[in-house]
């Protein structure tokens, strides 16, 4: 014997799981123009609708039945501009932002992609630009990210000690605490892990309020996606995990560009307080300092790739390991002068 419920108003009964729908943001979304019947928005006729679905239906093996009033999978009206065309006709759709367009950038794999205006707001859609929506409305913010290696993740930032995120690829938005409020001082705000998605290291601005006098950057890492952070250094030009897709070292290890003199204000600093390059293990709690006066290093496939200033020249050489404790003298072009890369550094 089958038992009968009457549907509730919530998903427990109904999902969005029609054809060509997706959840995003607790709302249920097409993903592009909904095929209609034959017959159906053929003519010339202006304003024409049709009944089309909400993107609803009942959960497969939910046997509820409906008593009064609307559910939330009964048909509704919609436009025939927004329905699919007839086989061989092509469509258009226009949306017009309230401000000039700035970065814009995919989720990975998908038809998802985000995009920032210079008014800072920030706007999402989940069918390549068919329909737009704000996912954070009520908030303003500096920039976004998509996580290095996770396809389904991506950040946005505000000017304050808290950020959104995403791990569906955007069809919700959660918020997080950060240690300090974002940096603005060039230094990337998140770096990420490879392997694990969920190990994060912030860059913020520390003590940059009124006088600025001892005005810095401070790194943080945390291991469960921003519930926790623990301190790394103070006065760095960048942290990040030192092992990378193709760089397999220790995955617990990190690696730090920071100043050598830690005392005023970092807006100040010039090549008379150097950079050094220090790499710590375990978390960085176990530091080793790897090179006196860099200006900068990248990992790039299997190598970790290091310009060092030689002492009392202005020129730079380049350092190359494969493990990050050894490293071997590399060549830059002949015609490379430290005058070529400064203005990156500092």
């Given amino acids: 014997m089958v038992c009968l419920s009457v549907c509730l108003p919530d998903d427990l009964d109904i999902g969005c799981s029609d054809y060509n729908f997706i959840r995003e943001n607790d709302k249920c979304v097409a993903v592009g123009p909904e095929p209609v019947p034959p017959g159906v928005c053929v003519s010339d006729t202006p304003n024409q609708t049709y009944e089309g679905s909400s993107g609803y239906r009942l959960i497969p093996g939910n046997t509820c039945i409906k008593e009064g009033g609307v559910r939330k999978d009964d048909p509704v009206t919609k436009n025939c501009d927004e329905a699919e065309p007839p086989e061989g006709e092509i469509i258009h759709q226009t949306f017009t932002f309230p401000s000039v367009i700035g970065p814009h950038a995919y989720f990975r794999n998908s038809r998802t992609l985000l995009v920032q205006l210079w008014d800072g707001t920030i706007w999402q859609s989940?069918?390549?630009?068919?329909s737009w929506a704000q996912p954070v409305p009520e908030e303003k913010f500096l920039t976004f990210y998509m996580h290095s290696y996770s396809d389904d993740r991506a950040y946005l930032f505000t000017a304050s000690n808290h950020f959104y995120y995403t791990t569906d690829g955007g069809r919700s938005w959660n918020v997080r605490d950060t240690p300090i409020p974002p940096n603005r001082q060039?230094?990337?705000?998140?770096?990420?892990?490879?392997?694990?998605?969920?190990?994060?290291?912030?860059?913020?601005?520390?003590?940059c309020h009124d006088t600025k006098e001892d005005c810095r950057v401070e790194s943080y890492y945390s291991l469960n996606h921003g519930l926790r952070w623990f301190s790394i250094e103070k006065y760095v030009?960048?942290?990040?995990?030192?092992?990378?897709?193709?760089f397999k070292v220790d995955e617990r290890a990190i690696l730090c560009e920071s100043y050598r003199d830690k005392q005023g204000n970092q807006w100040t600093f010039n090549m008379g307080n150097?950079?050094?390059?220090?790499?710590?293990?375990d978390f960085y709690k176990q530091k080793t300092k790897l090179f006196d006066h860099i200006v900068g290093f990248a990992t790039f496939s299997e190598y970790l790739l290091v310009a060092e200033l030689t002492p009392g020249t202005d020129a730079l050489d380049l350092q190359v390991s494969l493990n990050g404790n050894k490293f071997a003298k590399g060549l830059f072009p002949p015609d490379m002068r430290l005058d070529n890369r400064v203005r990156y550094s500092y």
């Fill in 186 to 207: 060039g230094v990337p705000l998140l770096a990420f892990h490879p392997t694990h998605s969920d190990y994060l290291i912030w860059s913020g601005d520390a003590d």
């Fill in 237 to 246: 030009k960048q942290c990040a995990f030192a092992r990378d897709s193709a």
């Fill in 274 to 281: 150097p950079l050094e390059l220090v790499f710590g293990t």
């Fill in 126 to 130: 989940s069918n390549e630009g068919w």
